[in-house]
């Protein structure tokens, strides 16, 4: 394994300083035309175009989780888990087609602000807390945990507290440019985590081609993965039978083939990019066709991510398999699947492994910033200035802005210190996605809804985020030990521990518990009024699209289905 080299260093530094000289260049021209309002702050007030727009989704979106907790689960599962990828396609197309106008029709800043429109206050504050909990204790936290153990890892370990903090420190200096910075600076982002990414795989690739005898070529590595891991280029899982390996039900918990597709997949992103204020927040600045645009460019992208961040972790499973990265996949005296990816990293050359734990970083960082943003957002447009100081003045909002994005960054590193809340033991990719699908179902219940059933009342919204929360607690702990582990609802599967633990796959669960929320929500609101006052006006036309966004729909439709038909 090569290290870190001068040269390595001098481009990560410069990496460093290229961003930050950027967006202090975008800050200064900002204060400079006399813009510091709450909505610049936290909206960059339209001032985002279609392609910075897209970047900054897939920057903000390609976090520690997407590079170092996919390609784990690459090495463990597969190319399946790049279903996570390819359906958020089409989720960015419902999302561009009919989330975003409902958005900007109604001048929705904020989701708590919708459901306030939509409902009551009482839903928009529960849901504001709910979502500054998840926010800080699960994405912030993992997004920083995970960064930071990937980089430490490469830098040899023993470093962990100080990236911890440096990250967090950069992160901090970017978010209180506002979301202005956060979106132009991105753009470099996305371009530096691309070229590094790319670089990665390649480097992966010709690891395998060398290791079987081929010479330094790619496209004879990526080959041979095909024929030494047919498996792990399949898009849906088998469900096991019974005496099957641990290592086969283990994958089918994480991707419970076909059914997922039926369930929780839809609603992990659904949920994700239309009902998140971390995502959203990029379009609701700008103006229907800019936001359709950059939302549609960002779909475009994500077809493309598997490349950089799952085949890594395919191309780690087969060296390891044939006896190679035997100790970088044992760092720390025992196996963990996400060492995959900074366990190909060690190997690429003087130059490259600056520029790609530059593209490591940027991801990190870009996500920190984001969520911060979000965090800071939400706060101070829904809790502060409407519970705390509702005269408060425009400058007092953006100073509370930026006191919230330091307090939550702070909090995240107490957290992350002595990894307080079990993140390694998960598996970074799942505990994100696992947390997340505890609340999710319900809040892409309510949104739904919301949107379109005029009946829909704030009592069944309240109902609803109650229902969700106690369906996926029954589903994801209690269900095998009381209902049995096969009923006409799901299959529970043994986890392998110590305690003889059944489970069920928690996508399955998010479905289920989606499923009981609509009926709850259904069932409540038919006893209200046939159109509730609150109900959104949503005129016939606006849904429709332009010829360019049609084009850029169907693209993308064709390319998806191209995907799934080669490797179903």
């Known amino acids: 394994m090569n290290k870190f080299t001068h040269i390595d260093y001098i481009i990560f530094v410069i990496y460093f300083v290229v961003v930050s000289s950027y967006g202090y260049w975008v800050y200064s021209r900002k204060k400079i035309k006399g813009v510091s309002d709450s909505k610049d702050f936290f909206l960059a007030e339209g001032s985002l175009t279609w392609w910075a727009i897209g970047a900054s989704l897939i920057a903000s979106n390609i976090s520690a989780e997407q590079f170092i907790g996919t390609s784990g689960q690459g090495f463990a599962v597969g190319l399946a888990v790049a279903a996570y990828e390819w359906v958020a396609a089409i989720a960015l197309i419902i999302v561009a087609v009919w989330f975003i106008?409902?958005?900007?029709?109604?001048?929705?800043?904020?989701?708590?602000?919708?459901?306030?429109?939509?409902?009551?206050?009482?839903?928009?504050?529960?849901?504001?807390?709910?979502?500054?909990?998840?926010?800080?204790?699960?994405?912030?936290t993992s997004i920083l945990y995970l960064g930071a153990l990937a980089i430490n890892s490469l830098a040899g370990g023993g470093y962990l507290h100080e990236i911890i903090i440096a990250l967090a420190i950069f992160a901090l200096f970017i978010t209180l440019g506002g979301m202005k910075v956060i979106g132009y600076t991105d753009v470099i982002q996305v371009l530096v985590l691309v070229i590094g990414g790319l670089a990665t795989t390649y480097i992966a690739l010709t690891l395998?081609?060398?290791?079987?005898?081929?010479?330094?070529?790619?496209?004879?590595?990526?080959?041979?993965?095909?024929k030494d891991a047919p498996e792990h280029f399949k898009m849906i899982m088998a469900k096991p039978q019974a005496g099957a390996p641990q290592a086969e039900i283990n994958k089918y918990l994480a991707l419970p083939g076909i059914a997922m597709y039926f369930a929780g997949q839809w609603i992990v992103n659904l949920n994700y990019w239309g009902c998140n204020q971390y995502i959203t927040q990029r379009a609701l600045g700008a103006d229907l066709k800019t936001a359709r645009t950059g939302i549609?460019?960002?779909?475009?992208?994500?077809?493309?991510?598997?490349?950089?961040?799952?085949?890594?972790?395919?191309?780690?499973?087969?060296?390891?398999?044939?006896?190679?990265?035997?100790?970088?996949?044992?760092?720390?005296?025992?196996?963990?699947?996400?060492?995959?990816?900074?366990?190909?990293?060690?190997?690429?050359?003087?130059?490259?492994?600056?520029?790609?734990?530059?593209?490591?970083?940027?991801a990190i960082v870009a996500s920190l910033a984001g969520k911060a943003n979000s965090i800071s957002t939400i706060?101070?447009?829904?809790?502060?200035?409407?519970?705390?100081?509702?005269?408060?003045?425009?400058?007092?909002?953006?100073?509370?802005?930026?006191?919230?994005?330091?307090a939550a960054l702070v909090f995240s590193i107490?957290?992350?210190?002595?990894?307080?809340?079990?993140?390694?033991?998960?598996?970074?990719?799942?505990?994100?996605?696992?947390?997340?699908?505890?609340?999710?179902?319900?809040?892409?219940?309510?949104?739904?809804?919301g949107f379109f059933w005029k009946r829909t009342t704030?009592?069944?919204?309240?109902?609803?985020?109650?229902?969700?929360?106690?369906?996926?607690?029954?589903f994801n702990n209690f269900a095998p030990a009381l209902f049995g582990h096969e009923?006409?609802?799901?299959?529970?599967?043994?986890?392998?521990?110590?305690?003889?633990?059944w489970q069920i796959p928690f996508l399955i669960c998010m479905g289920l518990s989606f499923f009981f929320t609509v009926i709850v929500m259904a069932?409540?609101?038919?006893?209200?009024?046939?159109?509730?006052?609150?109900?959104?006006?949503i005129p016939k036309n606006m849904f429709k699209v332009d010829k360019g966004t049609l084009a850029l729909i169907i693209v993308t439709l064709m390319l998806l289905t191209m995907l799934y038909v080669k490797f179903w």
């Open 101 to 140: 106008p409902i958005f900007l029709k109604n001048k929705i800043f904020t989701m708590p602000q919708f459901l306030h429109a939509r409902y009551n206050e009482t839903v928009s504050f529960i849901m504001a807390i709910f979502w500054l909990l998840l926010y800080v204790l699960v994405n912030l």
């Open 208 to 226: 395998v081609s060398e290791k079987f005898g081929f010479g330094s070529d790619a496209l004879a590595g990526l080959s041979a993965m095909f």
């Open 296 to 362: 549609l460019f960002a779909g475009l992208m994500k077809l493309a991510m598997p490349i950089i961040v799952v085949l890594p972790g395919i191309a780690a499973y087969v060296l390891y398999k044939n006896g190679g990265l035997q100790q970088e996949m044992n760092s720390g005296g025992h196996f963990n699947s996400d060492n995959a990816y900074s366990a190909i990293l060690g190997f690429l050359p003087t130059g490259l492994k600056g520029l790609s734990v530059a593209a490591l970083t940027a």
């Open 379 to 406: 706060f101070t447009l829904d809790i502060y200035k409407k519970h705390i100081d509702k005269e408060a003045s425009e400058k007092k909002m953006v100073i509370t802005g930026k006191i919230v994005i330091l």
């Open 414 to 449: 107490i957290l992350t210190w002595k990894d307080l809340l079990g993140i390694s033991g998960e598996g970074g990719f799942t505990y994100i996605q696992k947390y997340t699908g505890y609340i999710s179902p319900g809040i892409f219940a309510i949104f739904i809804l």
């Open 458 to 474: 704030g009592a069944a919204a309240i109902a609803g985020i109650l229902t969700s929360f106690a369906m996926s607690v029954l």
């Open 487 to 501: 009923t006409i609802l799901y299959t529970a599967f043994p986890t392998g521990d110590a305690k003889g633990t």
């Open 523 to 537: 069932v409540i609101s038919l006893a209200g009024p046939k159109i509730n006052p609150k109900a959104l006006d």
